[in-house]
C-alpha cells in the first residue's frame, strides 16, 4: 500500500515535471509574444504621431494622423495633434494675409507719397508760371511764358492755346508749343464741342467721341475749356492722348491761364485807356471798363445830380462789362 502511494506521487510528480519541462517555454513564449504585441501597439501610433510632428516641424502643414490608433488614449492624443495643426495652419495662414495685406498698405502708401511729391512739384511750377503770366505786359510776353512753362508741365504733349477775339465770334491763336503750329486763321467757337459742351472734350481711340470740326479726322486730342466767372475765354487744344495721372496738372494750369487772361485783358484795357486820355485819372480795370460802358451807353453811374435828381446806371450795363 505504502509502495503504491510512493509510486502514484512519483508518477504525479514525473507528470509535472514533464508539464513543467512543455509548460514552462510555452508560457514564456506566450509572455514573449504578449509583450511584443503590447509593445508594437504601443510604438506604432508613437510612430505615426511621431512622423507627421517631424513632417509639421520640416514645413509640412498639411500632415494628419488619420491612422487607427487602437487604443482610445493614443485615438484622442491624435485628435489633439490634429486640432494643434490646423490651428497652426489657420493662425499661419492669417499671418500670410496680414503680411500681404501689409506689403499692399505700404506700397500703397509709397504711391501716394510719390504722388504728393509730384503734386507739390507740379504745384510750385504752376506757381512760378502763374506769377509770371501775371507779370506779363504785351501779348507776346504771354505767350513766350506759355510756351516755357507748358512743355515742363505736360512734357512730350505738343499743342496751342486759343482765346476769344474781341467780337467773341472768333478762336485766334494765342501761341503753340512742342513744334505744334497753331492754323493762324483760328475756328469758330461753334467748331469745338469743349467750347459747346464747357467741359473737357478728347478722344483717346479711333471713334472714341466725335471729332472737332478744327481737327483732323484722324487725330487722337484732348479739348479743354477755359473758364473765367461762368463764361468760356478759350480753349486749350492738346494734341495726342493725357493720361489720367497728368489730369490734374491740366486742370490747375487750365485754371491758371484762364484768370491770367482775363487779367491780362484787363491791363490791356486800361493802358489802352491811359493811352487815349492821359490826363484822366487812372481807375481800376473794373471802374475803367465801367466808365467805358457807361460812355458807351448814356447813362451815368452811380450818384450824379441832375436837376436835384438821383440817377444810377442800369445793372445791365454792369453784368455786360464784367464778363471777361
Sequence with gaps: MRITRIAAADSRLAWVRQLALVGGPLLALAI????????????????????????????????????????????????????????????????????????????????????????????????????????????????????????????????????????????????????????EEGFAPDQCWALRRGQSHFVAQPGGDIVCSHVDADLLYHCEPLLAGGEVIGTLYLQGVVQEESRFRLTVMAENISSALVNHRLQRGLREQTIRDPHRPVQSPLHAGIAGDRDRAGAPFGRTAQRGHVRHRPFQAVQRRIRP
Design 32 to 183: 514573449l509574444s504578449i509583450s511584443l504585441l503590447l509593445i508594437w501597439g504601443i510604438r506604432q501610433p508613437l510612430g505615426l504621431i511621431h512622423q507627421a510632428m517631424t513632417a509639421l516641424g520640416r514645413g509640412d502643414r498639411d500632415r494628419r494622423v488619420t491612422a487607427t490608433m487602437g487604443s482610445r488614449e493614443f485615438a484622442q492624443l491624435a485628435h489633439g495633434y490634429n486640432a494643434m495643426a490646423d490651428q497652426l495652419q489657420a493662425a499661419i495662414a492669417d499671418q500670410g494675409r496680414s503680411a500681404q495685406d501689409l506689403q499692399a498698405a505700404h506700397a500703397q502708401l509709397l504711391r501716394n507719397s510719390d504722388t504728393l511729391q509730384e503734386r507739390g512739384e507740379v504745384i510750385e511750377l504752376l506757381g512760378g508760371m502763374a506769377h509770371r503770366m501775371q507779370a506779363a505786359r504785351t501779348d507776346e510776353e504771354l505767350a513766350q511764358v506759355i510756351r516755357v512753362f507748358v512743355p515742363r508741365v505736360l512734357p512730350g504733349v505738343p499743342g496751342a492755346l486759343y482765346a476769344h477775339n474781341n467780337s467773341r465770334n472768333l478762336l485766334v491763336p494765342i501761341t503753340g508749343w512742342n513744334g505744334f503750329q497753331p492754323r
